[in-house]
């Protein structure tokens, strides 16, 4: 996004806040674990049940850290992995195990920074892990029941990940990586050291929202009957720009329905990727177990740490660019200290079969209800007055979830029609089909199409005999020109 957009975009959030806004929610709902100008940290006194973020850092006898932390210089690597063996309960050399990404990135990096840097990056996630007790409350609440959010400052969310190499539990930690032998395991530590160091050296000052959006059936048909008969949203498309380069805007990420995907494990696609980039989105695995399907989850100001290149298996490291930190910029926080760009995570429907019975599955009332809804869901995160903020998506659940390109571009063109918001939509690159999206908006527009009427249409298609990855846009083409004959 250019400047001049981000100048617009910035006048118009000088109005309008992202979710939660604390002068209008109820605090006993949105839990501030920090402090933020004219708003205290919550006091509230829920039983914690099963409903609590594990205290281990409460647990642990901090003498390992202070005598780790008083000869680590002369300790090299073994010390460090001796530190990890300790914290997670296995005192005996039998019980313990390889964890060759851990040594591969300890070797690799002392070849290009030297041993003695190498050393520092590991006090230096030593000495944040340590600090938890002092910066972390008694009681964090996770997004269950009662709890819709969780505020954090950016120095309490580095604690909270810090302890995930600490702890031994495989979708709570860092564990699985560690003990990878591929490039990308090594790859994912090198983003998590430069996000330690930026936090020990520099720390960005303010903090994070973490919100579990939950909306009832009725609630969702409440937005559609309101909003059905409108005209459908204003529709950039982009074959070069990533999501990752915006701000001022919610931004899509395609989530698992356990939020991260595989990011604590070998996964390296768009929402891995995105969690490496920012580490703390990856408190939200903490907070939240598996999202429902009436249910999307909004993060607010999380900080762009590291750049990145390459994609899956070629994914790398790099260092930060001006392409990925416009989202960092401090002129762009609120006033609860909080950068104003929204990442929401929605789940995909996952697809198996031929390419025609994805298809198939996929055109059901039943599953293209299922995806309007939630793509509205996470839209609506914002709440009301954003019909001029942009939400940044692309090719959602159209990977590995195997979702047809042209049905899902529609599907959230209904969902931004039905939450009131423009759409600027990413195809990474392919540039045919973005002209095909254009195109489509444009017979839209030349035919007045609303967004119930988009819906109905795509509902009454009929399943194609023989598979074509353009057949969506096709029938529909047929059927708008077949009406006007």
């Not at 674990?33 to 850092?57: A, K, R």
Request: hydrophobic letters at 40%; proline letters at 3%.
């Amino acid at each position: 996004m250019d400047h001049e957009n981000l100048m617009k975009y910035l006048e118009e959030f000088r109005s309008i806040r992202f979710q939660p806004d604390f002068q209008k929610v109820d605090a006993e709902r949105n839990v501030r674990y920090c402090e933020i100008t004219d708003f205290p940290i919550s006091n509230i006194s829920f039983e914690l049940l099963e409903t609590g973020v594990s205290q281990q850092w409460r647990n642990c006898d901090q003498n390992l850290f202070n005598e780790y932390l008083k000869t680590y210089k002369n300790g090299g690597y073994s010390q460090f992995e001796d530190l990890l063996f300790k914290i997670w309960g296995y005192s005996e050399e039998k019980e313990r195990f390889d964890l060759p990404a851990l040594k591969s990135f300890y070797r690799k990096m002392s070849e290009i920074v030297g041993e003695d840097e190498v050393l520092e990056k590991l006090a230096r996630l030593v000495r944040i892990t340590k600090s938890a007790c002092e910066v972390l409350p008694e009681k964090i609440y996770r997004l269950v029941g009662d709890i819709e959010s969780a505020t954090f400052s950016h120095i309490q969310c580095a604690s909270l990940i810090a302890w995930m190499f600490f702890s031994d539990t495989p979708r709570l930690s860092f564990i699985i990586i560690l003990q990878k032998t591929t490039c990308v395991a090594v790859e994912k530590l090198k983003f998590l050291f430069t996000y330690f160091d930026k936090m020990s050296i520099d720390p960005p000052i303010g903090a994070v929202s973490f919100r579990k959006m939950r909306i009832t059936h009725k609630q969702y048909l409440e937005n559609w009957k309101l909003r059905e008969t409108n005209l459908l949203p204003d529709v950039q498309v982009f074959d070069k720009m990533s999501i990752e380069e915006t701000a001022l805007c919610t931004q899509i990420d395609f989530a698992n329905k356990r939020l991260g995907g595989g990011v604590l494990k070998g996964g390296a696609v768009q929402e891995e990727i995105r969690f490496m980039m920012c580490p703390e989105m990856m408190v939200a695995i903490l907070l939240n177990d598996v999202t429902q399907d009436l249910e999307a989850i909004s993060i607010v100001g999380a900080y762009v740490f590291s750049s990145y290149t390459g994609y899956s298996n070629t994914l790398k490291w790099a260092k930060i660019t001006p392409k990925h930190s416009a989202q960092n910029n401090n002129s762009f926080r609120d006033q609860f200290g909080r950068l104003q760009t929204e990442t929401v995570a929605i789940d995909a429907v996952r697809n198996a079969g031929t390419p025609l019975e994805c298809l198939l599955n996929q055109l059901t009332t039943e599953k293209l209800t299922r995806e309007v809804r939630k793509a509205a869901i996470g839209f609506l995160s914002a709440g009301d007055g954003f019909s001029k903020i942009p939400v940044v998506s692309g090719w959602w659940g159209c990977g590995a979830f195997r979702g047809n390109k042209p049905l899902k571009f529609l599907i959230q063109v209904i969902a931004c029609g039905i939450s009131d918001r423009p759409l600027q939509f990413c195809t990474f690159g392919d540039t045919e089909l973005a002209k095909k999206c254009e195109e489509m908006m444009t017979l839209f527009r030349n035919n007045n199409v609303r967004t119930g009427q988009l819906f109905l249409i795509i509902n009454s298609i009929g399943p194609p005999l023989n598979y074509s990855e353009q057949y969506v846009f096709d029938a529909i083409r047929a059927k708008i020109n077949s009406t006007k004959a």
